[in-house]
C-alpha cells in the first residue's frame, strides 16, 4: 500500500525547501514528497503550474496533501487541484495549516500508512482555535 503523498507550497522557495528537508529527515522515504515556491523569476510568489508538478511528484493513489503558507499559496493550490480534474482531484487536499509543523506531522503520519483524511485532521491539529 502506498502512503498519502505531501506537498509543500510556500511563497518563498526557500522555505518550501527547509521545510521538505525537515520532512525528509524526521520521516525519510517512506512517504511521496515535492514542495514549490516562488514566483518563477525568483521572487516571492507561488505558481499554479509549478504546484501542479509537485503534485505530479508527490502523486500517490492513496492521495495528497497540500500544505499552504498564505493565501494566495491555497487559492493557487486550489486552482492547481481543479485544472488536474477528476478523478485525481478528488484524491487531493488543500491542508491550510502551519506548513512546518503540519508538513511534519502530516508526513510522519502518512508514514504510518494513515489515510488521506487522517493525513490532514492531524495537520490541522494544529491549528490555532
Known amino acids: 500500500m ?5 506537498v509543500i507550497v510556500s511563497h518563498s522557495p526557500l522555505v ?24 518563477g ?11 501542479m508538478g509537485a503534485i505530479d511528484r508527490a502523486w500517490s493513489e492513496a492521495g495528497v496533501a497540500i500544505l499552504v503558507d498564505l ?3 491555497e487559492t ?32 510522519t503520519e502518512a508514514s504510518g500508512g494513515a489515510s488521506l483524511r487522517e493525513v490532514v485532521a492531524t495537520a490541522h491539529e494544529l491549528s490555532p482555535s
Do not use: Y
Not at 2 to 6: A, D, Y
Not at 20 to 38: F, I, S
Not at 43 to 51: H, S
Open 2 to 6: 502506498s502512503n498519502v503523498g505531501i
Open 16 to 39: 518550501a525547501e527547509g521545510t521538505a528537508d525537515m520532512v525528509r529527515q524526521m520521516v525519510g522515504d517512506e512517504v511521496p514528497l515535492a514542495w514549490c515556491g516562488g514566483n
Open 41 to 51: 523569476h525568483g521572487g516571492l510568489g507561488t505558481n499554479v503550474e509549478a504546484i
Open 71 to 73: 493565501g494566495g499559496a
Open 76 to 107: 493557487n493550490s486550489e486552482m492547481a487541484v481543479e485544472m488536474i480534474g477528476e478523478p485525481r482531484s478528488q484524491k487531493i487536499i488543500v491542508c491550510n495549516a502551519p506548513i512546518v509543523e503540519g508538513a511534519v506531522m502530516a508526513a
